[in-house]
């Protein structure tokens, strides 16, 4: 469609299961009747209105839920670092190494302290 550009976004590290892509509008007019009216909205003579006075302010209004769900994924991946030590400080404690006797006495988790 002409004034409608879109692209891939790239490899994302970690979310490659989401697909996510870049769109651009250029010189491209929508209905009001059919703009998105959450934070803002055009009247008929083609001013802008919003109860939400700095650009920026409107930004965070809209990426607000991108947000927590950022925060979500950190505490899952937070969650799964500590599983992983967990795993693995019990394996170390369990697991046996060769000792100085020449057996396997010694626990990985205490090989150099001996």
Do not use: W
Request: hydrophobic content about 40%; proline content about 4%.
């Amino acid at each position: 469609m002409p004034g409608v550009m879109s692209r891939d976004m790239g490899v994302k590290i970690g979310v490659n299961g989401v697909d996510n892509a870049i769109v651009r509008f250029t010189n491209v007019r929508i209905p009001r009747n059919n703009m998105l009216t959450k934070y803002c909205e055009v009247d008929a003579a083609g001013t802008f209105h919003s109860k939400i006075a700095k650009p920026s302010g409107r930004f965070f209004a809209v990426t607000e839920r991108l947000l927590s769900g950022r925060i979500c994924i950190a505490g899952i991946c937070l969650g799964a670092s500590r599983g992983s030590l967990y795993i693995a400080i019990k394996y170390a404690q369990q697991r046996l190494s060769i000792g100085p006797e020449g057996l396997s006495t010694v626990p990985i988790l205490n090989y150099q302290l001996q």
